[in-house]
């Protein structure tokens, strides 16, 4: 079964500080991994995605995630946080491989921002 | 331009009385969903079209249906709500066979039950 987990619930940085979010998965096949960015009262937005090549991954906002087979995890960083950051953050893979399938989502994990 | 479109983005309904949203589609995916999000937690998916074969997750409450008469369009029936019932709606859609799993989302109807 595939399964992600999010470490850390809340995350509190300040501005121009490094954003590292994290995210570990499980998955018996190779999968598919997501990141999204959820602002208040809005839907998902799909930040970046992993699915074969490249294990850094670039996305939208000068954010980049780097897949690690080895340590099962899939960290979202940015090197200087911005006010405009400050949202929810959703790990996932993708339930079918290969395929657009349904999402498993890691808990989410809030980002602050502090001036 | 708006790809996936819900309406309403808020609804307010009575306890028990039947509410439908509505989602449509630009995009011409072949699988939408319907996701449950409730305060300060993840999206959890209560079933999805894949062409026009209906999906149901397995503790997905009776009293959510859905239906979705043609490609661009899905609603999602609540036949009875309950004040537990109010939360976050979120419509997605993907292509399955792109091989690329991801979901593009609207921008949600947030359900308010009185």
């Known amino acids: 079964a595939q399964s992600v987990t999010q470490l850390g619930s809340h995350v509190s940085v300040s501005e121009g500080a490094l954003v590292l979010l994290r995210c570990n998965y499980s998955s018996s096949v190779p999968p598919y991994l997501f990141w999204y960015v959820q602002y208040p009262n809005q839907g998902l937005q799909l930040l970046l995605k992993y699915t074969t090549g490249a294990t850094l991954v670039k996305g939208i906002n000068g954010f980049e995630a780097e897949f690690k087979k080895s340590e099962t995890s899939f960290h979202l960083t940015k090197p200087s946080a911005h006010m405009s950051d400050a949202a929810e953050y959703f790990c996932a893979v993708s339930l079918l491989y290969n395929q657009g399938g349904k999402l498993i989502f890691g808990q989410g994990t809030e980002l602050s921002v502090k001036p | 331009d708006a790809m996936v479109i819900q309406n309403p983005r808020y609804q307010v309904t009575q306890f028990g009385k039947p509410v439908t949203l509505s989602c449509s589609q630009t995009l011409n995916h072949n699988v939408m969903y319907w996701y449950q999000q409730k305060s300060s937690q993840a999206p959890k998916l209560l079933f999805h079209y894949y062409d026009k074969d209906f999906n149901n997750e397995a503790d997905t409450p009776d009293n959510f249906q859905s239906r979705r008469p043609n490609t661009s369009f899905c609603f999602l029936d609540i036949r009875s709500p309950g004040l537990g019932d109010a939360a976050m709606y979120l419509c997605?859609?993907?292509?399955?066979?792109?091989?690329?799993?991801?979901?593009?989302f609207g921008q949600g109807t947030r359900l308010t039950v009185v």
């Open positions: 997605a859609t993907s292509r399955v066979g792109e091989g690329q799993g991801e979901a593009f």
